[in-house]
Nanobody, 122 residues
């Protein structure tokens, strides 16, 4: 059974940091693009960050550039999202996703985790 399991969420004060992890099991994702998405209450899910299979290319939505960093460890079948200088508007459920290409990842994603809650208190 293929699974993506997110962890590392929690409650943090504005300006603080959190590191999210997404551990994959059931198959290797070393050839897939992987990404983070988030969904705040009453809002649609939005793209946050993505990383190529090699880790050599990353993309970020404008609102998190220079604050969030995505990385991956293919040996551990795990991706990470380091979130610094957190703002209350970053509060959301964060989801991990995987797909063979960036375009497919952004469009629909093939595999999704169940999410981890991030709450940033002002």
């Amino acid at each position: 059974q293929v699974q993506l399991v997110e962890s590392g969420g929690g409650v943090v004060q504005a300006g603080g940091s959190l590191r999210l992890s997404c551990a994959a099991s059931g198959r290797t994702f070393s050839s897939d693009a992987m990404g983070w998405f988030r969904q705040a209450p009453g809002k649609e899910r939005e793209f946050v960050a993505a990383i190529s299979w090699s880790g050599g290319t990353t993309f970020y939505t404008d609102s998190v550039k220079d604050r969030f960093t995505m990385s991956r460890d293919n040996a551990k079948n795990t991706v990470y999202l380091q979130m610094n200088s957190l703002k209350p508007e970053d509060t959301a459920v964060y989801y991990c996703a995987a797909a063979p290409s960036f375009s497919r990842l952004r469009r629909s994603g093939d595999y999704w985790g169940r999410g981890t809650q991030v709450t940033v208190a002002s």
